[in-house]
């Protein structure tokens, strides 16, 4: 770019960078279908008093952190995840007695260190509101324990997710995903 001072006749020039940002994309939640089957032990049927690991069940993305690199994923890019069961509930890990001191929780649950919670705790949760980066969330996800609990015999489980991209980057406002997921308990 080129400026001229009227006044003196005075030349300057410069480079000059423009940055486009795109309009926010929607989140996206995938559900590993193969992997709940396998989880829930074949048939989507769990007994109850049960810890099923989820590892690998759920994936989060956005398309609007894609291209940037591993630097904007792990310190950038926030989003705001809920999960809720119907029956039972969630935990990041399997909680154990370390977590714990005199019958109380110790600090937070191990591995959940970079989660802001905001509903719940990470430990036998029926409802949990969390944010963090998407790597982050992810990571988390392939920890995640159900635990069916005696309350639940004979029960439809419904678990779903809400992904909220918090409007992060582009125009348009924050965008969710939602998903889904069922399986059943025993009656016995």
Not at 148 to 164: E, F
């Amino acid at each position: 770019m080129q400026v001229t001072a009227v006044s003196t006749g005075e030349e300057v020039s410069c480079d000059v960078g423009i940055v486009v940002h795109p309009v926010n994309s929607p989140p996206s939640i995938v559900v590993d279908e193969a992997q709940l089957i396998e989880a829930t032990g074949g048939r989507r049927v769990v007994r109850s008093h049960e810890d099923i690991f989820l590892a690998g069940v759920y994936l989060l993305a956005d398309p609007d952190e894609e291209g940037f690199g591993d630097w904007f994923g792990d310190n950038v890019h926030t989003a705001r995840l809920h999960l809720e069961v119907s029956c039972g509930s969630l935990s990041f890990g399997r909680p154990s007695d370390r977590d714990y001191a005199w019958g109380v929780q110790n600090g937070s649950i191990a591995g959940t260190e970079g989660l802001t919670f905001y509903a719940g705790d990470g430990s036998k949760d029926p409802r949990m509101e969390i944010s963090s980066t998407l790597n982050h969330l992810n990571v988390q996800l392939r920890r995640l324990y159900y635990h069916s609990g005696g309350g639940c015999r004979g029960k439809d489980i419904r678990m779903s997710l809400m992904l909220d991209d918090l409007g992060n980057y582009g125009a348009g406002g924050p965008l969710q995903a939602h998903a889904v997921a069922t399986w059943k308990v025993l009656p016995t």
